[in-house]
């Protein structure tokens, strides 16, 4: 099964007219606002699905549907672009979602319409009832464990994700799914109710998934990613003992992953499919593709000969966080700070701010992440890396320091092996007289290697240095940092988004706006 490739799609015709009802259903029984006469067109005797072939397409419509560049990695303004607006890195010519526009302003973009992923949530009732549905096919046994593994990742996946922007979510029990007439209106999960839905079902999808797939198999959810997803969640309920321990799990030899010699090929169409990446959003031309280079290229960007490519020009990395790369870095080969226009105008930070003048990079650089051989027209091709090796080892190198609450070689070795791949110098031990001084050069580190990767937000909330980044991108742009600074309840109250106002609505005030909106 290849969940995204078009082989999956002829799948998924021959069965979608019933496909569509069980699919709507669970929306709306993940809404709580339900229609008992839909209900009861699909009952628990519809058919559907009633072998192999029925659930294959069943986990892909619901599982797998939402981890693509038209689900929750949406380029415009999905999970990486949201979280990396609000923090020292993203900027936008356009004024999205822009730390100073959102904050100080009340202008809040993402809790509104296609910037919230809010939403998303009703995937996981999706997931939750398909894994009902195939519990009771009469199949292959191994085949069904595995599917229903791919379930309970895709469950825990998704939930890690919106907990991290919105706190904890509601997410509906079987019990409640199978009983829409009762029109039950869901709560919000308690924190550790999260902390244990989240664990639980990584834990036990990473008992149950493969390693690795053949190449035919290439965007199915493996062993690696649940552990993975696991890390994250560690590191962001600060359990640095389960930390450390899940990220050696994935330098085991046994998960296949390491470094790949260069860099820029992380992000070409040619070198997608890599040792390193451990999970991406995959793209294919003529069944779904991403618009970054529509969102990112100014409109006088130079396209290759006989190339046509829309350019708008919104994403930029804001110039202070760009000028704290070292000059021989070769990750800025992905990070445009100066070019010549297709109408002979030299373009950088000098002529287009300091200048008073608002050129194409008066906001900052502009991040070409992903090469230009995928690109026709606003479709790129590029599979969207969500999650890398190189992620895991910074991440471990953070877990060992703060377990131990010492500075390691093999820590320093792990941030050493990032830092050499971009033709950095290796640091040694005299460089961290503190472990301060190792978390401080660490994040920064992060902050080069992943930007709109959708970490930097997570890494500067974990440091305790959100709002501080946040009050000196406000100031470089010369707007107010009042609001920024908020404190409810003796916690920033944008260390997390708000809760869509019609979630509240729909829920007659059983969900609560989170603290300070």
């Avoid at 990695?73 to 020292?88: C, I, K, L, Q």
């Avoid at 230009?372 to 890396?385: H, K, L, R, T």
Wanted: hydrophobic share 35%; net charge negative; charged share 25%.
């Amino acid at each position: 099964m290849i969940p995204f490739k078009k082989n999956n799609f002829k799948l998924m015709k021959k069965i979608l007219n019933k496909f569509i009802v069980v699919i709507s259903v669970a929306f709306m029984l993940a809404g709580c606002q339900l229609d008992s006469g839909l209900y009861s067109e699909i009952g628990e005797g519809m058919g559907f699905p009633s072998n192999a072939e029925d659930a294959t397409a069943l986990v892909t419509g619901t599982c797998y549907t939402i981890f693509t560049p038209w689900g929750i990695f949406y380029p415009d303004a999905g999970y990486f672009t949201n979280s990396e607006m609000v923090t020292d890195i993203g900027e936008n010519s356009w004024g999205w979602t822009t730390v100073y526009n959102s904050y100080e302003a009340d202008d809040w973009h993402i809790d509104s319409g296609s910037r919230s992923q809010y939403r998303s949530y009703n995937y996981i009732s999706m997931m939750t009832m398909s894994i009902h549905k195939i519990s009771n096919i009469e199949m292959n046994e191994n085949q069904k464990e595995q599917l229903i593994a791919e379930l309970k990742c895709g469950r825990g996946f998704l939930a890690f994700i919106l907990y991290d922007l919105y706190g904890p979510i509601q997410i509906a029990d079987l019990e409640t799914l199978l009983s829409p007439r009762d029109e039950k209106l869901i709560p919000r999960r308690t924190d550790a109710e999260m902390h244990e839905f989240i664990e639980t079902n990584l834990l036990e999808a990473a008992e149950i998934l493969p390693y690795s797939y053949s190449s035919s198999d290439y965007g199915r959810f493996t062993k690696g990613l649940a552990n993975t997803v696991l890390l994250k969640f560690y590191m962001l309920t600060k359990q640095w003992e389960k930390a450390e321990a899940i990220g050696r799990e994935l330098t085991k030899p046994e998960y296949g992953y390491k470094l790949v010699e260069d860099y820029n090929s992380l992000f070409d169409l040619a070198t997608e499919k890599n040792t390193e990446t451990i999970f991406a959003a995959t793209a294919k031309a003529g069944v779904i593709e991403h618009k970054w280079h529509a969102h990112a290229l100014p409109s006088d960007y130079p396209s290759p000969s006989g190339r046509t490519i829309t350019k708008w020009g919104g994403f930029k990395v804001a110039w202070p966080f760009y000028e704290t790369y070292e000059p021989n870095d070769k990750r800025l080969g992905r990070l445009v700070g100066e070019y010549t226009g297709t109408e002979g105008v030299l373009h950088n930070k000098k002529n287009d701010r300091d200048s008073g003048i608002q050129g194409a990079l008066y906001k900052g650089a502009v991040p070409q992440k992903f090469g230009m051989e995928g690109v026709v027209g606003e479709n790129c091709e590029i599979d969207i890396p969500v999650y890398r090796y190189a992620d895991v080892i910074t991440l471990l190198a953070e877990a060992i320091v703060r377990n131990a609450d010492n500075v390691s070689q093999e820590a320093i070795n792990h941030l050493n092996a990032v830092r050499n791949r971009a033709g950095l110098n290796s640091y040694t031990m005299a460089d961290f007289p503190n472990v301060e001084a190792f978390l401080d050069k660490l994040l920064l580190e992060r902050g080069h290697e992943f930007y709109y990767e959708g970490v930097r937000r997570q890494d500067l909330i974990r440091h305790g240095k959100f709002i501080e980044a946040a009050v000196k991108k406000a100031e470089y742009e010369g707007q107010p940092t009042g609001k920024i600074t908020t404190i409810v309840d003796g916690k920033y109250k944008y260390e997390r988004f708000p809760i869509p106002p019609s979630i509240i609505y729909e829920s007659q005030g059983l969900v609560e706006q989170n603290p300070g909106y």
